[in-house]
């Protein structure tokens, strides 16, 4: 099945600096890849997905890449703000099937 | 609309009780999925449900868990005996079944403890 590693397990940036969260995935039938954050309290919520057949994809401060060749994927989040700090959860699946997830990546966004 | 709900948000139950967790998923969703965190772990997959269907239970730790969907709506959780280590944060998500999105939809959780 399905194994998906992540790193660093915890993260602490300056405010305004980039943070950078990358994730290797292990089946090669893998086609979608979600980013989820949890703030402490709530529950995940998807920030930024990925398909198989793109490459990089951006949505403002927040860009995804993914490397199928080399089965790894990463989180980039620029201009970070303090309300960035979250555990981030990358995912791997095959559509709806076998999603697994990361152990996550606490970020800590320092003012 | 309304999310996805779990019920009860916290539990809190001796070694060898019984407890039942419930999910209601977003209405329209076919997909129900169930995971379970260990505080500082990974979002462990359990199982998933389409429909009232059992798509994939590989990853139920044991037969002490018994999840249920009957007629494709809600779902429940049984875990008989609990055992410490079940002790953890039990999520239910819920995604359409459409190929413009795979996007899971997750609820707030149920806080198992055991003690």
């Known amino acids: 099945g399905e194994n998906v590693e992540q790193h660093p397990s915890t993260l602490s940036v300056q405010e305004g600096d980039s943070a950078v969260i990358k994730c290797t995935y292990s089946?090669?039938?893998?086609?979608?890849f979600p980013w989820y954050k949890q703030e402490l309290g709530k529950r995940p919520q998807l920030i930024i997905d990925i398909r198989s057949n793109v490459g990089e994809k951006k949505d403002q401060r927040i860009a995804v890449t993914l490397n199928k060749t080399a089965k790894h994927f990463s989180l980039h989040i620029t201009e970070t703000q303090p309300e960035d700090s979250a555990v981030y959860f990358c995912?791997?699946?095959?559509?709806?099937?076998?999603?697994?997830f990361g152990a996550g990546t606490r970020l800590t966004v320092k003012p | 609309e309304a999310g996805v709900t779990q019920f009860p948000s916290h539990s809190v139950i001796e070694k060898g009780q019984t407890v039942t967790l419930r999910c209601d998923p977003i209405?329209?969703?076919?997909?129900l999925y169930w995971y379970r965190r260990v505080m500082g772990k990974e979002i462990k997959f359990l199982l998933h449900?389409?429909?009232?269907?059992?798509?994939?239970e590989s990853g139920m730790p044991n037969n002490r868990f018994l999840a249920e969907r009957t007629g494709g709506t809600y779902s429940t959780l049984k875990v008989q005996p609990a055992e410490l280590e079940d002790s953890g944060v039990y999520f239910c998500?819920?995604?359409?079944?459409?190929?413009?999105?795979?996007?899971?939809?997750f609820g707030p959780g149920t806080r198992l403890t055991v003690t």
């Open positions: 449900f389409v429909k009232e269907s059992k798509q994939d």
């Open positions: 995912a791997a699946s095959k559509a709806f099937y076998d999603m697994r």
């Open positions: 209405s329209g969703h076919d997909n």
């Open positions: 998500a819920s995604s359409q079944d459409h190929s413009m999105s795979y996007e899971q939809y």
């Open positions: 089946d090669s039938a893998s086609n979608y």
